[in-house]
């Protein structure tokens, strides 16, 4: 065997053991990524809600209900991913303040609601659903509306349409899983993301048996049924301004953007409160406060 042989056939070897390193440390990210993210819940000393569990499907829902009573209009608020209901506190206090009734919950693989895996919401559409549900028979004559954060929002798009809602704020929503994976890998590996998420995206199928076309909300929010708030960071990297522009563009009338400037993938509520109440606050009491 010449030196030039010896050479080749170790330059196979270490090419394919980089593949398998690499697929190796592709699979280990994806198990990470879904991984649930569950622990207690407790209520908040001082804030007098109501702790209940929704019928889900296949699992109860846990969350916190706070009634107003009369014909207060009710926001249903959904935390984004690895975060659970208590991330929403802040809004849900603001919305009580301005008169609504909230409840707010776990999705499925987070806080105290079980779930064998996160799925971009895919599984957690069926959460919005059933606590929406929930809320028809329980105060059947309010308005509803919704304030969905990132995975949240995803999971009101991903669910039937049209989404049976009278108001949807959707804040940092990924249009589509492929470009949102990316993003998140480009943060921290720059260049290397458009070679790495190919090995992500092909994980879907086998891990949760879905596509990656089963993830792209912006297919869905033509028939969204509802007046919607686009709400964006302009200095996002995980769900940028642009896509959140085309997210936008893709809705129909009423329809509205509020672009946070100076914001990145974060609560919009902390970063910009006088904002979030003019803008959030001032759109869902437009589109639910009951007629005169």
Request: proline residues 8%; aromatic residues 6%.
């Given at each position: 065997?010449?030196?030039?042989?010896?050479?080749?056939?170790?330059?196979?070897?270490?090419?394919?053991?980089?593949?398998?390193?690499?697929?190796?440390?592709?699979?280990?990210?994806?198990?990470?990524?879904?991984?649930?993210?569950?622990?207690?819940?407790?209520?908040?000393?001082?804030?007098?809600?109501?702790?209940?569990?929704?019928?889900?499907?296949?699992?109860a829902i846990a969350g916190w209900w706070l009634?107003?009573?009369?014909?207060?209009?009710?926001?249903?608020?959904?935390?984004?991913?690895?975060?659970?209901?208590?991330?929403?506190?802040?809004?849900?206090?603001?919305?009580?303040?301005?008169?609504?009734?909230?409840?707010?919950?776990?999705?499925?693989?987070?806080?105290?609601?079980?779930?064998?895996?996160?799925?971009?919401?895919?599984?957690?559409?069926?959460?919005?659903?059933?606590?929406?549900?929930?809320?028809?028979?329980?105060?059947?004559?309010?308005?509803?509306?919704?304030?969905?954060?990132?995975?949240?929002?995803?999971?009101v798009l991903l669910s039937p349409q049209?989404?049976?809602?009278?108001?949807?704020?959707?804040?940092?929503?990924?249009?589509?899983?492929?470009?949102?994976?990316?993003?998140?890998?480009?943060?921290?590996?720059?260049?290397?993301?458009?070679?790495?998420?190919?090995?992500?995206?092909?994980?879907?199928?086998?891990?949760?048996?879905?596509?990656?076309?089963?993830?792209?909300?912006?297919?869905?929010?033509?028939?969204?049924?509802?007046?919607?708030?686009?709400?964006?960071?302009?200095?996002?990297?995980?769900?940028?301004?642009?896509?959140?522009?085309?997210?936008?563009?893709?809705?129909?009338?009423?329809?509205?953007?509020?672009?946070?400037?100076?914001?990145?993938?974060?609560?919009?509520?902390?970063?910009?409160?006088?904002?979030?109440?003019?803008?959030?606050?001032?759109?869902?009491?437009?589109?639910?406060?009951?007629?005169?």
């Amino acid at each position: 065997m010449t030196f030039r042989d010896i050479r080749a056939r170790a330059l196979i070897a270490l090419g394919i053991g980089a593949l398998v390193m690499g697929a190796t440390a592709s699979w280990q990210l994806g198990s990470q990524l879904v991984r649930p993210v569950n622990r207690p819940v407790p209520l908040p000393a001082g804030f007098p809600a109501q702790v209940v569990s929704l019928p889900g499907p296949g699992h109860a829902i846990a969350g916190w209900w706070l009634n107003q009573g009369g014909d207060s209009p009710v926001v249903l608020l959904l935390h984004s991913i690895r975060a659970d209901r208590s991330s929403m506190l802040s809004r849900a206090k603001l919305l009580l303040g301005h008169g609504f009734s909230v409840l707010l919950i776990d999705l499925q693989g987070h806080g105290e609601t079980p779930g064998v895996a996160i799925t971009m919401g895919s599984r957690e559409s069926g959460d919005v659903r059933a606590a929406l549900g929930w809320l028809k028979r329980t105060v059947p004559s309010r308005r509803i509306g919704v304030i969905g954060c990132s995975l949240g929002g995803a999971a009101v798009l991903l669910s039937p349409q049209p989404s049976g809602f009278d108001a949807v704020v959707l804040e940092a929503v990924y249009p589509r899983v492929a470009r949102a994976i990316e993003n998140r890998i480009r943060i921290r590996l720059g260049p290397l993301a458009p070679a790495l998420t190919p090995l992500l995206l092909v994980q879907l199928q086998p891990r949760l048996h879905i596509s990656p076309r089963d993830l792209e909300p912006i297919r869905s929010i033509d028939r969204l049924g509802s007046p919607v708030l686009v709400v964006a960071g302009s200095r996002d990297q995980h769900t940028t301004l642009a896509e959140s522009e085309e997210l936008f563009r893709a809705a129909v009338q009423p329809k509205r953007l509020w672009v946070v400037t100076g914001a990145r993938h974060q609560d919009f509520l902390s970063f910009d409160p006088a904002g979030y109440d003019s803008e959030v606050i001032g759109f869902l009491l437009e589109h639910l406060r009951p007629a005169a």
